[in-house]
């Protein structure tokens, strides 16, 4: 196994420590590093290879990336919807009330596809 410590600096897991190997290696590294940062912003990263490693801190970084824009975009909508519910706009969540239509050429057309419908040429 090998081992590399990483710490969180601008929003992102950086490498903080070279390859290691053993464990000495790990706990004098972690004492030095925890001198300069807090316990929650450090990380211990262990995998077969070093490319392993490196691979491992790319997908970190990727899935942070992602929640920060999960989070950006339901922010984006709550402040819409509340801008929305805020207006003076009509809601439209009003049920629909059906009118049939109100001249011959808009009538005939609704019957042909309510026919169509009834015989299961139109889907729903």
Known sequence: ????????????????????????EVEAAINKILQHYPEDQVLLCEGSTPVELNTLLRDLNKELDDQRQSQHYSRKLNERRAQLESSDAPAYDAPYVFTFPTNQRELIKWLELF?????GKLES
């Open 1 to 24: 196994m090998v081992y590399r410590i990483a710490v969180m600096s601008d929003g992102k897991w950086k490498w903080s420590s070279k390859v290691l190997s053993s464990e000495e």
């Open 115 to 119: 026919i169509r419908r009834r015989e």
